[in-house]
């Protein structure tokens, strides 16, 4: 499956923007899917993830409370609402889909979209 991230942008601090992974090749909705970050010089760390039956969604203490990830089969896209956005919520986000793994260690997803920018000013 080729997943692509978009939705990304520069935006003030406290605004929202909903970033969109679609998929193509396969359907997605056998698959859990998983939102990452990148800061510049950090490590790429979870955001949320979902299951593939939408059942079951977690997130990353940081984001708790302010992001929300949810999909539409029918679209083939999974979505990350970021709300209230923060400075240190800079980032390039990445999605990433996984029909076996559906944890938070970046290592256990198969399928990786290419990115998109996330940039919170003040």
């Known amino acids: 499956v080729q997943l692509q991230a978009r939705g990304g942008g520069l935006v003030q601090a406290g605004g929202s923007l909903r970033l969109s992974c679609a998929a193509s090749?396969?359907?997605?909705?056998?698959?859990?899917v998983g939102w990452f970050r990148q800061a510049p010089g950090k490590e790429r760390e979870f955001v949320a993830r979902i299951s593939a039956s939408a059942t079951s969604t977690l997130y990353a203490d940081s984001v708790q409370g302010r992001f929300t990830i949810s999909r539409d089969n029918a679209k083939n896209t999974v979505y990350l609402q970021m709300n209230s956005l923060k400075l240190e919520d800079t980032a390039v986000y990445y999605c990433?889909?996984?029909?076996?793994?559906?944890?938070?260690?970046?290592?256990?997803?198969?399928?990786w979209g290419q990115g998109t920018e996330v940039t919170v000013s003040s």
């Open positions: 090749g396969r359907t997605l909705r056998s698959y859990h």
């Open positions: 990433a889909a996984s029909m076996a793994f559906y944890g938070t260690s970046s290592s256990g997803y198969d399928y």
